[in-house]
């Protein structure tokens, strides 16, 4: 800054500049979610709000504040509200089956456990990450009974399975629900048994997009950890870059469709999938 | 404040005690009630500087309630007309009308579309009260047959649409009505025949359902042992094609963007 009169007011200008290159760099790293993307534009919005008769120094503070506030109202107060209509769902004898691993489910699941409602839980797990096991460890040491399965028997366990609970990562605005990969089928086999699908999303993770494909919009994770559970001596597979014909895709994210969910709990109400944009409204 | 939304509860608690009729309009219908009065806060009272629902003494606000609860009864009992004049033009010379039992709201239609000089007939299932209804269709001189409800298989493929009233509409477009609509619905779909509900907007019961069971026990069963047969059933929205409401002809997921309008 250049004198006294520098100090005020520049933070307007001056700080959407500087952010600029660290987004960038988290872009490079990892492409955005929607909910990265909606906070970005939340706090740009905010910047562009501050006052200028403010100093450099209160404008930060408030920005900062702003920031905590955002994490205090739409993710850490909205999942406990989730969690409260979510809870109210589970009846005692249910089996639940839940899909990898989400800090929003696994809050839900303990708290009804708290409450003292009897209920089993399956855990259904893929690859390659395998984040299901960490979800079972969770559960087990609250004391649920739980069940472990991979993705390929879902079609076998799901006819013993009461409810299915699901996190998002996001929700789109023609009423698609964006989730990690696995989650359409999952939605699809429980609508084949009639199984009440219960989608979980904050409203932050509401997008203005619409998209009916995972292909349009997706990302693309590291394709040798899709060897690393394989004993992938084989080196037809492992020697894969070098090969014309061979390439690993490993998707992260996968939409299913609003007619094979039948309810998508957020933080201000309880809607069917095609409602949910009418909220943002 | 005068009024608060405990006593919601407490209202309708009284008056299913003393009008025998299922819950879930009562209980929307209070509600609804509650919202009418507390949203009309802007209005000003006798002394013309303090919020009608604030000022001192009960007398003012008494007749300003009871003047609300006039307009606010007034409106519905018109929305059963409304909802005639907007599902009348659906029944055209020559069709054959599916209803399940007795529903108010079907019977304003019925009247309507025959004194309209449309030739229909009209089949009503069985039921509870069947022969009630098709007496009174037939009083009115519109053509009406009961039918077993074990027959609505047989009789399916004659129809041309189903028409049923409503008990109550949950938020994601479902209907609450009276026990046997939900085959009903399901026969309807399974041979592509249209199934309408007639429901006035103050039935639209914020509840959400994921099975017959959510159903609370309190709309399913008069009295409180729950023995015997539930009254009602759930359908869920897959099987409607449209609602005819007072706010006009709705899809399923429709109820739920006027819900979230007049609650969120």
């Known amino acids: ?281 | 404040a005068v009024v608060s939304t405990q006593s919601t509860g407490e209202l309708s608690r009284q008056l299913k005690a003393t009008a025998g009729t299922s819950t879930t309009s009562v209980v929307s219908g209070c509600d609804l009630f509650v919202r009418f009065i507390t949203l009309s806060r802007g209005q000003k009272g006798p002394s013309s500087d303090v919020d009608i629902l604030e000022c001192k003494g009960f007398d003012p606000v008494r007749k300003f309630l009871v003047e609300r609860g006039n307009l606010f009864m007034n409106r519905l009992k018109d929305s059963r007309r409304k909802i005639a004049q907007l599902a009348y033009p659906f029944i055209t010379d020559g069709v054959t009308v599916l209803t399940v039992n007795i529903s108010r709201v079907v019977l304003e239609i019925l009247t309507k579309a025959h004194e309209k000089s449309k030739k229909f007939n009209v089949l009503v299932t069985q039921s509870e009260e069947g022969p009630y209804m098709v007496n009174q269709l037939n009083g009115r001189g519109i053509q009406a047959t009961q039918i077993l409800d074990a027959s609505i298989g047989f009789v399916m493929e004659r129809v041309s649409f189903v028409l049923v009233g409503a008990v109550g509409v949950v938020e994601n477009g479902g209907l609450i009505n009276k026990l046997g609509t939900y085959p009903v619905a399901v026969m309807a779909r399974s041979l592509n025949k249209p199934f309408y509900v007639a429901v006035e907007s103050f039935k639209f019961y914020r509840n959400y359902p994921l099975s017959q069971l959510d159903l609370p026990n309190d709309d399913k069963y008069q009295d409180p042992q729950q023995k015997g047969h539930p009254e009602v059933d759930f359908t869920p929205p897959k099987y409607i094609n449209k609602l005819f409401s007072d706010l006009g002809v709705l899809t399923p997921s429709a109820v739920s963007d006027e819900l979230i309008k007049l609650y969120i």
């Open chain 1, 1 to 281: 800054s250049s004198g006294i009169n520098a100090e005020y007011g520049e933070i307007r200008s001056h700080l959407n500049i500087a952010l600029k290159p660290c987004f960038s760099y988290l872009a490079q790293c990892r492409m955005m979610s929607v909910s990265m993307e909606n906070f970005i534009k939340h706090i740009k919005l905010q910047i562009t709000k501050t006052s200028p008769d403010l100093s450099d120094n209160e404008a930060k503070e408030e920005l900062l504040f702003e920031c905590e506030n955002f994490f205090k109202e739409n993710i850490y107060l909205a999942g406990k509200s989730i969690s409260e209509k979510a809870v109210a769902r589970i009846v005692n004898g249910d089996m639940i089956l839940i899909y990898k691993k989400s800090q929003l489910i696994l809050h839900i699941l303990l708290e009804a456990k708290r409450q003292r409602k009897q209920f089993k839980v399956m855990v259904v797990d893929s690859r390659p990450d395998l984040t299901g096991v960490a979800s079972c460890e969770r559960l087990t040491a609250a004391g649920i009974p739980c069940s472990y399965v991979y993705i390929n028997s879902c079609t076998y366990i799901m006819k013993k399975v009461t409810k299915v609970l699901l996190a998002s990562d996001a929700l789109l605005a023609n009423g698609y629900v964006l989730g990690p990969v696995g989650t359409a089928m999952i939605g699809l086999i429980a609508s084949n048994y009639n199984t009440p699908v219960i989608v979980c999303c904050e409203t932050y993770k509401f997008s203005e997009r619409v998209q009916t494909d995972s292909i349009l919009y997706n990302e693309l994770a590291d394709p040798d950890s899709m060897l690393k559970t394989l004993n992938a001596d084989d080196s037809l597979v492992a020697g894969w870059r070098e090969s014309p014909n061979t390439r690993l895709v490993n998707l992260v994210y996968d939409t299913t469709p609003p007619a094979l969910v039948s309810i998508v709990i957020t933080e201000i109400a309880e809607l069917p999938c095609t409602s949910a944009p009418v909220v943002l409204r």
